[in-house]
Nanobody, 128 residues
């Protein structure tokens, strides 16, 4: 049984930082690309970023590039999303997702269809 469990969400002031974690079980974590998505109230879920199985490659949405960083610790089966310089528009439920297919073109991972497993989400609220 595959489980992805996010943690680290909360309330933060604009300009602040948060680090989200996603702990995976039931999959061979070190072979999976891991992505982060978010969904704000009344909006569709959107891609935030993805990290390749080795951790050497990452790809980000333009809206978070330069502010967010994804990393992973394969020994701990955990992927992280470090969020800096947070803005009110970053307020959303954040989801991690695991892909079971390795794509050469990282842009494929911007779509939800590239992922087989999803976490339950963690709320991030950025106040002005």
């Amino acid at each position: 049984q595959v489980q992805l469990v996010e943690s680290g969400g909360g309330l933060v002031q604009a300009g602040g930082s948060l680090r989200l974690s996603c702990a995976a079980s039931g999959i061979i974590f070190s072979t999976n690309a891991m992505g982060w998505f978010r969904q704000a109230p009344g909006k569709e879920r959107e891609f935030v970023g993805v990290i390749g199985w080795s951790g050497s490659t990452a790809y980000y949405a333009d809206s978070v590039k330069g502010r967010f960083t994804i990393s992973r610790n394969n020994a701990k089966n955990t992927v992280y999303l470090q969020m800096n310089s947070l803005k009110s528009e970053d307020t959303a439920v954040y989801y991690c997702a695991a892909s079971v297919t390795n794509y050469i073109n990282m842009s494929v991972y911007t779509t939800s269809d590239a992922y087989a497993y999803w976490g339950q989400g963690t709320q991030v609220t950025v106040s002005l």
